[in-house]
């Protein structure tokens, strides 16, 4: 846990036009630190474009944002040193295996191998038997399993998670979804994008749906189901 008070993350009006696409439009909201905080919203929503905003990796058409208090458009690098990105549907290396891939992610991130939690990741997903087999080689899944890991070797105070269970059986879906928790409650912060309502119901603390690049509405998880801005429902017939 961190001893800084800083916001999490700020955004103010932010919006990114492709042509004539605009997938974000004037979004703003605020992520205090020691959330779990959900944007959960239908595909093509506005939600990876998002968190790519967020970790300097695009640059928003217009609006701010800051990210534990450090401009994302200003010093891109800056951010993604301090925090761990999850992105939806991408693979590890084809060339490494999966100890090598989390070797060279320590070594980018200046993390002892001896020190980072390797092992722990190895045993929460279940990598023991493939930590020597090439990426190329492994299943969907276990693909999946390797990104998680990759995410959280160096101990980062934020992370940001874009659909984590995709390909995940039931076990280590529990395995992680618990994990997610606990990081939580050490006092980091953690930035999940779903378009799954019972997965943003069950872990976030406070949820925000997001709609055409649009922020909708905002609520405590608990109070989720029982909102009466009607947009619950479209994620009950759409989604689940």
């Known amino acids: ?49 998002m968190i790519e905003i967020l970790t300097g990796q695009i640059k928003p058409t217009a609006g701010t944002a800051s990210v534990l208090g450090t401009d994302p458009v200003l010093d891109p690098v800056g951010v993604r040193e ?13 060339f490494l295996t999966p100890r090598e891939y989390f070797e060279f992610v320590c070594d980018v991130r200046d ?3 001896d020190t980072a939690p390797i092992d722990a990741w190895v045993e929460r997903v279940g990598l ?22 990759q995410t959280f070797l160096h101990e980062p105070e934020l992370v940001f998670i874009d659909e984590p269970l995709i390909n995940l059986d039931p076990v280590i879906q ?6 997610f928790e606990s990081y939580r409650d050490d006092g980091n912060t953690i930035f ?7 997965l943003a ?4 603390t406070k949820v925000a749906i997001i709609e055409n690049g649009r922020l909708e509405a905002e609520h405590d ?5 029982d909102a009466d801005d009607g947009l619950v429902g479209m994620f009950l017939d759409e989604v689940e």
């Open 128 to 149: 023991e038997d493939k930590m020597d087999t090439l990426n190329k080689d492994l299943s969907k899944g276990e693909k999946q399993k390797v990104m998680i890991a």
């Open 174 to 179: 529990e395995r992680v979804k618990s994990f």
């Open 221 to 225: 998880a608990d109070e989720l189901r």
């Open 82 to 94: 301090k925090v761990g990105i999850l992105p939806e549907r991408e693979d590890p290396p084809s």
């Open 1 to 49: 846990m961190r001893g800084s008070a800083v916001t999490a993350i700020s955004t103010d009006a932010l919006r990114k036009e492709y042509g004539d696409v605009v997938a974000l439009d004037g979004l703003s909201l605020s992520v205090e630190d020691g959330e779990l905080y959900g944007l959960l919203g239908p595909n093509g929503a506005g939600k990876t474009t």
């Open 201 to 204: 119901e069950e872990l976030c």
């Open 111 to 113: 993390v002892d191998h």
């Open 192 to 198: 999940l994008c779903t378009h799954v309502l019972s």
